[in-house]
């Protein structure tokens, strides 16, 4: 079964917003065995509207569409649909009370734009949207289907996972999707692949390799469409272990693996403690750690010590010693490890110190320079890494390499 | 002038990534007045990027294309367009020097694979990739140009900037894309669509009106395409202004404001330094200032106290108020702020201390409950506020209203 994706919304095509709904939809049909052959983002305009759904439907069975559903005049999918289905717009008094009740809570008058919302095509199906004024839609036509979401991200991803999906499974009978990717560190893309050409070339048809390099990492994916679930499953690991016996030293994990996650479940697995002590990135790395859900068993502090004040007072870092080897040196960045450990009281400790510009370079110290200093039990040490000239930039690179560089001292 | 946006890769239609190049694409083509019709993205398929380069044709001057140039087999793009062309591939000697010295200065051994990415259609005219092994490439036919760049964001970014578009205003008479936001904050986004009636109405047809709701934020984009740049720009000024006397509370500011950068702008004029205290955001408050260059001139420390005894080393919160009313209460939240102020030797501060889930919650202080304070050189408040029940959406959301609610307070 395949569909297209089709998100609605000039905001798009000027490159306004990040179209982070194709993301989840994908993912979302994915997992219950559709497949995505094509997304397609286009403006506010009837014609696009139609034409787009008219080649979608040629090639695909199911059409999900995002966007232009509010209660503003620059808000037209609903009334194309309409026409493009030859049905009326009907008061629908379900959805109006809803509405109403929704503003009321919000103290908000209800008002004919919002009336204007609960107008629904008349031949479509509406699907209940708990946390919007907009309805959800979904239309059936030769055995094809089309579903209308509103474009807000948190009201379409529950109509996806509360409405859509279920009632998908339910009309179609769906084979299943199974990807699994395989993290390798450490080989360049070019050289992996002549290492496991053999493996790759002797892959069963029904399994599809793709190549995904990122900085110091190529993820590799296997994938395989509309097929048995758990045979797909147990042939892919039986390739990947294969893979594995290839390329031993590589491989860092499976799926999303991130570095942090890895350094996350080696604290708790291991009951140890980490603090962070952050210039130039700025609370990023810490972010990176209490963004997942447990960090507070591990995760004792972090310090954003911007002013030189903050190094010395919070982390102990010696004043003299920044005056004469400046802020951005191995000295301070030892220190402010040291000092991280110590005021968290933790047994491994992070800390950064650069210059993430644009200002504040100079010809010692260009922007991009950073220290990166890692505290452990046994030992202390720090590393000088030029992170790019970019700020944004910047901040990840040193954010990545800092806690690599704490990941491989475990 | 119009165009299309085809980014390729399988990994996009699974959602496994974000498709950020066709943002930065977008961007870039509107600053220079090419008009975006339609972004699409599609798989590694032959026959899927035949179709779409041909469709795309039919309908624009210009077809901007990611993905799909790597050194691996599931990279089929540039034999496709080779094809497409009627050209043959022929090794281009500049690009394989170019690429064996950017791997020997990794260490890394020029092969077979490399040697592939030095091979070009020879009907088009490479563009120097100065940052990756698989150059762009620009080919021109019937008036039109199509362009295929490789899909590391980095890469593709500096190829738009560097080449891609100076090439296409030497090569087009192009007019001006003119898009300016306002913000607004307070008024619902179908009573604000009421109050503004009139003058939407009375808008010339040259401009065009959308309206972007965000929590607590509707942002409304005047747009003018293809015009002549300083009359669009007074034009959308003038019906700007006369907005803003018809809702003068409302406007918050215009483009891409944000709240954390308001407050940035009122430190910096100002003169005056901040502070933050982090429980539950983690480092997520300290990174929104960080981000912004010129943040070191005001903020001078994050404390991430995760864990109490951070709580009452670094910030010095009272140990026996954490045992009696808990980490996450109004008195913590307060003696935080109070310390991150002091801490950081600063004239404002923020702090945080809630329940980021998804455990750790009770019936009295569920899952999302946040504790938020804000001390100023003239007082120290807090307020409780529920972030919701998912971690990302508690840890955005806190961050968002604790930096409002500093705002608000200066």
């Known amino acids: 079964m395949k569909a297209t994706i089709v998100t609605i919304g000039d905001e798009i095509l000027i490159g306004q917003i990040l179209d982070t709904n194709s993301r989840y939809i994908s993912q979302a049909?994915?997992?219950?065995?559709?497949?995505?052959?094509?997304?397609?983002?286009?403006?506010?305009?009837?014609?696009q509207i139609t034409q787009t759904l008219t080649r979608a439907l040629e090639s695909t069975d199911i059409v999900i569409i995002t966007g232009g559903l509010g209660p503003t005049k620059d808000d037209i999918t609903?009334?194309?649909?309409?026409?493009?289905?030859?049905?009326?717009?009907?008061?629908?008094?379900?959805?109006?009370?809803?509405?109403?009740?929704?503003?009321?809570?919000?103290?908000?008058?209800f008002n004919d734009l919002n009336r204007g919302q609960a107008m629904v095509p008349k031949?479509?199906?509406?699907?209940?949207n708990?946390?919007?004024?907009?309805?959800?839609?979904?239309?059936?036509?030769?055995?094809?289907?089309?579903?209308?979401?509103?474009?807000?991200?948190?009201?379409?991803?529950?109509?996806?996972?509360?409405?859509?999906?279920?009632?998908?499974?339910?009309?179609?009978?769906?084979?299943?999707?199974?990807?699994?990717?395989m993290i390798t560190s450490g080989i360049?893309?070019?050289?992996?692949?002549?290492?496991?050409?053999?493996?790759?070339?002797?892959?069963?048809?029904?399994?599809?390799?793709?190549?995904?390099?990122?900085?110091?990492?190529?993820?590799?994916?296997?994938?395989?469409?509309e097929v048995e679930q758990s045979e797909a499953e147990a042939l892919i690991d039986s390739q990947f272990e294969a893979l594995r016996q290839i390329i031993p030293e590589a491989v860092v994990g499976f799926e999303g693996a991130t570095v942090e996650q890895a350094v996350h479940n080696w604290m708790v697995a291991n009951r140890c403690t980490l603090s962070v002590a952050e210039s130039c990135t700025g609370g990023n790395i810490a972010s990176?750690?209490?963004?997942?859900?447990?960090?507070?068993?591990?995760?004792?502090?972090?310090?954003?010590?911007?002013?030189?004040?903050?190094?010395?007072?919070?982390?102990?870092v010696n004043g003299e010693?920044?005056?004469r080897y400046g802020a951005v040196s191995e000295t301070v960045a030892l220190q402010m490890a040291q000092g991280a450990r110590r005021a968290g009281r933790s047994d491994y400790a992070i800390a950064t110190t650069g210059i993430a510009g644009p200002?504040?370079?100079?010809?010692?110290?260009?922007?991009?320079?950073?220290?990166?200093?890692?505290?452990?039990?046994?030992?202390?040490?720090?590393?000088?890494?030029?992170?790019?000239?970019?700020?944004?930039?910047?901040?990840?690179?040193?954010?990545?390499?800092?806690?690599?560089?704490?990941?491989?001292?475990?």
């Not at 219950?32 to 014609?47: N, P």
């Not at 339910?170 to 199974?178: D, S």
């Not at 050409?197 to 599809?208: I, K, R």
């Not at 793709?210 to 296997?222: G, I, K």
């Open 288 to 316: 990176k750690f209490t963004a997942m859900a447990g960090a507070s068993a591990y995760f004792n502090a972090g310090v954003v010590s911007y002013s030189n004040e903050a190094k010395c007072d919070i982390l102990g």
């Open 188 to 225: 360049a893309e070019s050289l992996l692949a002549e290492r496991i050409a053999a493996w790759e070339d002797a892959l069963p048809d029904v399994l599809h390799l793709a190549y995904l390099p990122a900085p110091n990492v190529v993820r590799l994916r296997l994938s395989a469409y």
């Open 78 to 109: 609903k009334h194309t649909l309409a026409r493009y289905f030859g049905s009326e717009l009907v008061y629908n008094a379900e959805v109006g009370e809803f509405v109403r009740t929704l503003l009321e809570r919000r103290g908000i008058a």
């Open 130 to 181: 708990a946390h919007g004024t907009a309805p959800g839609m979904w239309f059936e036509q030769d055995d094809k289907v089309v579903v209308s979401l509103p474009g807000v991200p948190f009201e379409m991803e529950h109509l996806i996972d509360d409405s859509v999906i279920p009632m998908l499974k339910a009309r179609f009978e769906l084979k299943a999707i199974v990807h699994r990717t």
């Open 359 to 410: 200002t504040g370079g100079s010809a010692e110290k260009p922007v991009g320079t950073v220290w990166i200093a890692i505290a452990t039990p046994t030992k202390c040490f720090a590393v000088l890494k030029n992170c790019g000239t970019d700020r944004r930039q910047i901040i990840d690179r040193a954010t990545a390499y800092a806690i690599k560089l704490l990941y491989d001292n475990l």
């Open 123 to 128: 031949c479509c199906t509406v699907l209940h």
């Open 321 to 323: 010693d920044i005056a």
């Open 29 to 47: 049909l994915n997992r219950i065995g559709v497949v995505v052959a094509e997304r397609t983002s286009i403006g506010d305009s009837a014609e």
